[in-house]
């Protein structure tokens, strides 16, 4: 899930290449702590037919619920049906190096990145935009326009037929990506894009044939979703994370992140925290900035963690958000 700008993909040498340990070689930590978020930062009209979820006493951001459902299932706490991979359960990136890696943010610091292997799936062009399915195969997206299926434990690419539907065709393209659950807590799973060139669209996970939706057009977008079956975008221009209701593709902004000066980025969702992967250059290394709506609080969870991150994803099988 991210975007990188077209005129800087020539600019990376050998000096991109990473570290050859198994996990990320950085400056170490977080930087500074958490700070506390004032307001939501303004709503667009319209609702979905679903409920709320509320943050705790610290004043969280409310979150449409989707379909109807509740966060984190009926009876609080709920949990997808476990049909899942185990390589599922985490978040994956993709670096303009062509690594892969995974991050799991219930480890401290850089152990919480770990190197799987290079992805060998182009050499014209570089990783765009990515996610994950419920057995744990990465959707990989190049900026060349085709997409393809990575085990998540190999690094091994195979090609697919998907077509992307944009004519003229063009030497890079942009484009962000998500699944999120069909209706909250089901195993059955809907995978997004949105692409500057044609918006929001879906697509069949059978056929890859592209459903567009015909909203949301002329933005650069990530998107991410998660088990309760929401989706959310992030757009660099402005750093702003929203809230897109499924029923009516109306926006609502939730969180206007303290950053600036974007070039590469990506972002996933994790136990209902969001983790935006962020780089001020092409070839500058990504700092991994944390988000938790239950307490509005953003704060940067590593400074610098020795790569630059052009793509996240997780499954829908990630832990739901908690609700206290």
Request: hydrophobic share 30%.
């Amino acid at each position: 899930m991210t975007w990188i700008a077209a005129w800087l993909l020539a600019l990376c040498s050998s000096a991109c290449e990473p570290a050859d340990s198994g996990t990320v070689s950085g400056m170490g930590g977080a930087r500074g702590g958490a700070t506390s978020v004032g307001g939501d930062g303004g709503s667009s009209s319209g609702g979905g037919a679903g409920g709320t979820a509320s943050g705790g006493a610290g004043g969280g951001v409310t979150i449409w619920l989707g379909q109807g459902g509740t966060v984190g299932g009926t009876g609080g706490g709920g949990q997808s049906p476990d049909n899942c991979a185990d390589s599922a359960k985490v978040v994956y990136l993709v670096t303009s190096q062509n690594y892969l890696y995974s991050f799991d943010p219930g480890l401290s610091g850089l152990s919480a990145y770990r190197r799987i292997g290079a992805l060998s799936c182009e050499t014209a062009s570089t990783p765009q935009s990515m996610s994950v399915d419920r057995t744990g195969k990465a959707y990989v997206f190049y900026s060349s326009g085709h997409l393809y299926y990575v085990n998540t434990t190999t690094a091994e690419c195979t090609p697919t037929g998907y077509q992307h539907p944009v004519s003229p065709t063009k030497t890079f393209y942009q484009l962000g990506m998500g699944f999120t659950a069909e209706t909250p807590d089901s195993d059955k799973q809907v995978l997004y894009i949105h692409s500057p060139d044609f918006g929001l669209a879906t697509i069949d996970l059978q056929t890859l044939a592209v459903n567009k939706l015909n909203v949301l057009p002329s933005i650069t977008a990530e998107l991410t979703g998660g088990p309760d079956a929401v989706l959310f975008d992030f757009q660099s221009s402005t750093a702003e994370l929203s809230q897109i209701d499924r029923s009516t593709y109306q926006t609502r902004s939730l969180h206007k992140f303290n950053l600036s000066g974007v070039t590469a980025f990506a972002f996933s969702r994790y136990a209902g925290v969001f983790y935006v992967f962020t780089a001020s250059s092409f070839g500058g290394m990504t700092t991994t900035t944390k988000y938790d709506p239950q307490t509005n609080t953003e704060s940067v969870r590593d400074a610098d963690i020795g790569v630059t991150v052009v793509g996240a994803g997780q499954s829908t099988c990630v832990p739901p958000p908690f609700i206290p």
